[in-house]
């Protein structure tokens, strides 16, 4: 069983920096691959960040290509997703993602998810 938490969102503004963070218990977190998602008001969740159990295999999504960099610090049971650039169209709830797999990225491929944190970028 893996409980995840999010962190780190906010209101920012256009142009700005944000980290997010997701700490998971359990001893086996490195057996995990781990990804980030968001979900936006009356839109699908969207796969955004995808990393292996090593970290040396990451995978982004079209929107956030070059913007965003997935890492994972695998003695403190974290994740991480550093934002920049931030655009508005980046405005949604992020969630963690955790499955026992290589590496996903697809939502239904997730055994467990976090309770989901806000991102605001402002125009």
């Known amino acids: 069983q893996v409980q995840l938490v999010e962190s780190g969102g906010g209101l920012v503004q256009a142009g700005g920096s944000l980290r997010l963070s997701c700490a998971a218990s359990?001893?086996?977190?490195?057996?995990?691959?781990m990804s980030w998602f968001r979900q936006a008001p009356g839109k699908e969740r969207e796969f955004v960040a995808a990393?292996?159990?090593?970290?040396?295999?990451?995978y982004y999504g079209d929107s956030v290509k070059g913007r965003f960099t997935i890492s994972r610090d695998n003695a403190k049971n974290t994740v991480f997703l550093q934002m920049n650039s931030l655009k508005p169209d980046d405005t949604a709830v992020y969630y963690c993602?955790?499955?026992?797999?290589?590496?996903?990225?697809?939502?239904?491929?997730?055994?467990?998810w976090g309770q989901g944190t806000q991102v605001t970028v402002s125009s």
């Open positions: 993602a955790a499955a026992s797999a290589s590496v996903f990225t697809t939502a239904n491929t997730a055994d467990y």
């Open positions: 359990g001893r086996t977190f490195g057996w995990y691959a």
């Open positions: 990393i292996n159990w090593s970290g040396g295999l990451t």
